[in-house]
C-alpha cells in the first residue's frame, strides 16, 4: 500500500499548490473518502471496438472500477470507479473551425496527470482551442459523481456532484452541486448549487438555497457528500455490484439499433425502444424509454416513460415521471415524482442541469418550457420556467424567481437546440434503417472489455502494472 | 478475419519451410483445426502476481482463450486454448551451472514467434544453454493437447498429445502421443507413440502399437485426434466454459498453504489436503488430494486417493485408483481403473509419461516400480514394469517387453528422484508453517486476471490489439 498512498500524498500536494490562493486543503476529502483496501480489489476495464482508435497507457496509477474507452494516457493518477468514456473525442483530419480549416494532427487523446477522479464521469472532448488534440486533466480532484464534460482541468477541484462542461477551469475550485459552462475560467471559487451558464451572447445564473442543498445535497466536516441525493444514489450501489462479477451477461433483448451497456443496471419492466442509449453504470426499472431516448453515466430512471427522442444527461435522475417527446433532462437533474403524484412533463421542455424537481401533488410542465431551479409545487414551477419562446424574445438583463438572464434569449435558446440536437444526433437516435446517421448506440454494440487487474499485495498493492494497448 | 487468415497462412507455410524435408505439409492439421469464429470470442488471460516478474507484450496475435504468467514476447502467432506458464522462468542472477557461475543477464522471457500452439501446454524453462535467457518457440505447430516443456523449439510440428520435454527441437515432427527427453534433436521425424529418454548416461526407448494408439489416440485423414483419450478429454470440456463466464468464483475452501487456481474445475467430494497445487484447466472429482500433491495443467483425477507428495504432471488422468505415497505418474499418462476394476499403485512408483493402463479386474503396483507402457491386466504389467531397485544395477543393454533400455541404471534412477524432488519443491510440497520452502502453491495463490479481447468483427475480427503490461 505504500506507493498508493505516496501517489495520493502526491496528488494532494500538486492540487493544494494549485489552489493555495483559496487556502483550500484538498487532503481532507482524500483522507476521508479512500479506502485502500477497495483500490487492491477492483479491476478496471477498457473497450475495445472496431469503431473507436485504440490507444490506452497508464503508468504509475490506480484505477479500481474504471472505464475506459478510447485513446487515454494516464499517469500518476487514481482513478476510482470512474468512467472515461472517449466517444466523442475528435479524430485525426478533423476540422474545428470552419474559418480556419486546419484539420487535427493526430486523434485526440485523454492525457490525465496528478489527478484523483473520484466516482467520476468524464466525457466529451477538449473545448481547448490551444490543445485540440488533446483532453487534458492535471492535478486535479473531483469527488463523488462530478462530471468532467470537456476540458482542459488543471489545479481544480469539483465537489460531489458538481458538473464542469464543455469549457476550461485553471486553478479552481468547484463547490457541491455547482454547474459551469462559461469557456474558461482562472483562478475562481465558485460556491456551492451555481448554475452557470455563459457565452459572448448570454449569461443564465441561478444558485440554489443553501437550505436546499442541505436537505439534499451538501457535504459533511469531513467533505463527504450527504443529503436526500446522496442517500438515493448511495442505496442503489450494491445493484450495480453484480455486474462487475460475470464475464458476459445474457444480453437485454433489445432493438438491433440500440445499445445497452453491459455494466448497465435493467429492472424488470423496462421496455427499450429503438436507436436508444443506455450507458454504463446507467439504471434503468420498469420504465418505457421511447425510440432516439437516452440514459447516460450514472443516471436513474425509475416508473417512468420517455417519450422518445428524450435526452437523459450523465447523472439525471427520473423517477415517477412522464417525459415528453425531444425532451432534454439536463445533468445532475433530481426529477422526483411519487407514485401518487406523477410528474409531467411536456414534449421539447429543457430541464436545466441540476434542477431538483420534489413533489408531493402530481405536477404538470406544458411543452416547450425551460426549467432550472427548485420546485416543489405548481407555485415554485412559475418562478423556475417560461415558455421557451418566450425566452427569444429576451434582451438585456431579466429576472424569474432567484434566476438572472443578461443577452440575447434567441442565442440562447438557438445554443441550447443546437446541443440537443447534437446530442440526439451524436447517440444514434437519428441512425435510419441502412445504418446512416450511426452514434454511440450503434457503434457501442460490438464491444468487448479488457479487465486490467491491480496488484493485490505487497507494497504496490492498489497500483496497476504498467500497461499499453495499441492496434 | 482477413487478417488472421493471413496470420495462419504465414505460420503454416514458415512451418512447411522448416520441415520441408519431411514433405510435411502442416495446412492439412491447421484447415481442419481452427474455427475462425471461435478466435473472435473468447478472451486471453494474464496473470499478476506480486511473485513473478510481469511483462507482457504482444503483438499481430491472436489469442483466444489463453492463459499466460510471466514474462512473454508473442509476435504474429496464434495461440489458441493453451497455457503459457512462466512460473519456473528463470531468474536474472539465477546460476545454471555451477562449474561456470556466470549469472543470467535477465530475467527468463517466452519469446514466441510465427507460431500457432492449439490447446497447448507450455512450462517449464529453456533448457537451450545457447539462450537461457530466452524460451524459444519460433514457426512452430503443436497440436491438440501437446506439452512444450522446455525449449527452443523452432521449426517444429507436435501432433496431438505429444510431449516434448527439458530440450530443444529444430525442425523436427513429433508423432502424436509421443515422449522425446534427449537433449537436442534437428531434422527428425519421430513415431507416434515413442517414448525416449536419452542422457548421455542412459537410453530408455518405448514405442507404443500401432493398435494400441488406433484405440487409444490417434489421428484421421484430416490430423485430428480420435480414439478413447481424446474422446474422454472431449467430453468434459464443457465443464471448463462455466469458469470463463465469471470473474470470481466463490473460492474452494481448502488449506492456507494449498492453491486452487480459479480456472481449475473441481467438482464435488473432492478433498484438498496441505501444500496442494491445482492448476488452471485441471479437473478434480470425488478425489482426495493427499498433502504435497498435485495436479498440473489438463490432468483428469476422478474417484481417487493420492496419499500425498503424488505428482501428477501435465496431462496425466488418474480415474478410480489409490496412488501411493510420493508416486509419479508422467505427462499424459491415461490410468483408467474402473468402479469395479480398481488400480492401486504403491508408494515411490514411477510411472513412465505416455503410459497407458486400461484393466477390466482390480490391478495392483507394488511399491517402488517403474511403470511403462500399455498394461490392461497383471500379465502385461510383468512386461511393463520393473522394481527401481533393480534397475538401480543395469549396465549395457536390456529389453524387457517391448521396452529398451542402455546405459546406467544408477543414472536413470538418480536423474528421475532427483526430478520429482525437485518438481515437489517448486510446486511447494515441502513448505512448512514459516512459508519457508514456498513454490508455486503458495506463489500462485494471491493471483488477479486480466482479461484482453479480441477484435470482434472487421477484418482484424479474431486478432488482438497490441498490448505491453510491465511492472
Known amino acids: 500500500m505504500e506507493n498508493v498512498k505516496l ?54 496509477s490506480s484505477m479500481a472500477g474504471s472505464y475506459f474507452l478510447g485513446k487515454a494516457n494516464v499517469r500518476q493518477s487514481c482513478i476510482y470507479k470512474s468512467d472515461i468514456r472517449g466517444d466523442e473525442l475528435k479524430r485525426k483530419g478533423d476540422i474545428l473551425d470552419k474559418n480556419n480549416p486546419l484539420p487535427l494532427v493526430d486523434d485526440e487523446i485523454f492525457v490525465i496527470t496528478g489527478s484523483l477522479l473520484y466516482k467520476t464521469l468524464v466525457h466529451s472532448k477538449s473545448h481547448n482551442p490551444e490543445t485540440p488534440e488533446e483532453f487534458t486533466i492535471r492535478n486535479t480532484i473531483s469527488a463523488h459523481y462530478a462530471n468532467i464534460h470537456g476540458s482542459t482541468m488543471e489545479g481544480c477541484f469539483l465537489g460531489p456532484f458538481a458538473t464542469v462542461d464543455l469549457m476550461n477551469l485553471h486553478s479552481c475550485v468547484l463547490g457541491e452541486f455547482s454547474y459551469v459552462q462559461a469557456q474558461e475560467f482562472f483562478h475562481r471559487k465558485i460556491d456551492p448549487g451555481v448554475v452557470w451558464i455563459e457565452t459572448d451572447a448570454f449569461k443564465f445564473k441561478f444558485k440554489h438555497e443553501s437550505a436546499v442543498l442541505d436537505k439534499y445535497i451538501g457535504v459533511n466536516e469531513k467533505y463527504q457528500p450527504r443529503g436526500l441525493i446522496y442517500e438515493f444514489v448511495s442505496e442503489k450501489e450494491a445493484e450495480y455490484e453484480r455486474l462487475f462479477e460475470v464475464v458476459d451477461l445474457e444480453p437485454i433483448k433489445v432493438p438491433a439499433s440500440s445499445a445497452v451497456n453491459r455494466y448497465a443496471v435493467i429492472k424488470p419492466k423496462t421496455e427499450i425502444g429503438a436507436n436508444v442509449l443506455i450507458s454504463q453504470r446507467a439504471y434503468v426499472e420498469n420504465t418505457k424509454m421511447g425510440d432516439g431516448s437516452n440514459a447516460q453515466e450514472n443516471t436513474f430512471i425509475i416508473n ?128 435510419n434503417q441502412d445504418g446512416e446517421m450511426n452514434g454511440h448506440a450503434q457503434d457501442d454494440q460490438q464491444i468487448s472489455y479488457n479487465t486490467l487487474q491491480p496488484y493485490r499485495s505487497g507494497e504496490n498493492a492498489g497500483m496497476y502494472p504498467s500497461i499499453r494497448i495499441s492496434p
Open 304 to 431: 417512468s416513460h420517455l417519450e422518445g427522442m428524450c435526452v437523459t444527461a450523465h447523472g439525471g435522475k427520473i423517477i415517477n415521471a412522464f417525459i415528453g417527446l425531444k425532451t432534454f433532462v439536463g445533468f445532475n437533474c433530481f426529477l422526483h415524482g411519487k407514485k401518487d403524484a406523477k410528474l409531467t412533463i411536456g414534449k421539447g421542455c429543457i430541464i436545466m442541469p441540476h434542477t431538483i424537481i420534489d413533489i408531493k401533488e402530481p405536477l404538470t410542465i406544458p411543452k416547450r418550457h425551460l426549467v432550472w431551479g427548485y420546485i416543489t409545487c405548481a407555485d415554485d414551477l412559475s418562478k423556475n420556467s417560461i415558455p421557451i419562446d418566450e425566452i427569444n424574445g429576451f434582451r438585456g438583463s431579466q429576472s424569474i424567481g432567484d434566476m438572472t438572464f443578461t443577452g440575447s434569449g434567441e442565442s440562447f435558446v438557438e445554443a441550447f437546440s443546437q446541443r440537443i440536437e447534437h446530442i440526439l444526433e451524436a447517440n444514434g437516435a437519428y441512425c
Open 7 to 60: 501517489l495520493l500524498e502526491r496528488i494532494t500536494s500538486r492540487a493544494n499548490a494549485n489552489l493555495r490562493e483559496f487556502q483550500f486543503d484538498t487532503r481532507t476529502f482524500v483522507d476521508n473518502t479512500i479506502e485502500f483496501d477497495k483500490l487492491a480489489k477492483f479491476y478496471c476495464f477498457y473497450g475495445i471496438t472496431t469503431r473507436h482508435p485504440i490507444y490506452f497507457h497508464f503508468k504509475n
